[in-house]
């Protein structure tokens, strides 16, 4: 009865384990710039240093337009549409947290599906 019990633990922790994440980590050194692709949706937050990002140019009243944001240690920012970004540390090293928008389908069957355990 005893090993029936630790397979069951072991079995549980096993598909926590093995759940997928949509948090990535990017650390940078300071003055270093890196080219990264988002998208729409993604959400980056600082949780150390400062940072500055150049998102994508797009139109706006038949102008293009390319925002550049300072973010610092704490702050977060969610990206209006997909592309190509710059990033650049600009006070020390910088961790930036990216969490990825999940899929439309992803958001329905989490909503529509459950499983019989918790009915």
Request: hydrophobic share 40%; with cysteine; proline share 4%.
């Amino acid at each position: 009865m005893t090993s029936t019990s630790t397979s069951t633990s072991t079995s549980t922790s096993t598909s926590t384990s093995t759940r997928p994440s949509t948090i990535r980590t990017l650390r940078l050194q300071r003055g270093q710039a890196v080219h990264a692709a988002f998208d729409a949706g993604t959400v980056l937050h600082v949780a150390a240093g400062a940072l500055v990002l150049r998102e994508p140019m797009h139109w706006l009243a038949g102008t293009v337009v390319a925002p550049v944001r300072r973010l610092d240690e704490g702050q977060c920012h969610t990206l209006a549409q997909g592309g190509g970004c710059v990033l650049e540390a600009v006070d020390g090293d910088v961790e930036l947290l990216q969490h990825a928008p999940a899929a439309c389908w992803l958001g329905l069957w989490r909503r529509w599906w459950r499983p019989a355990t918790l009915a």
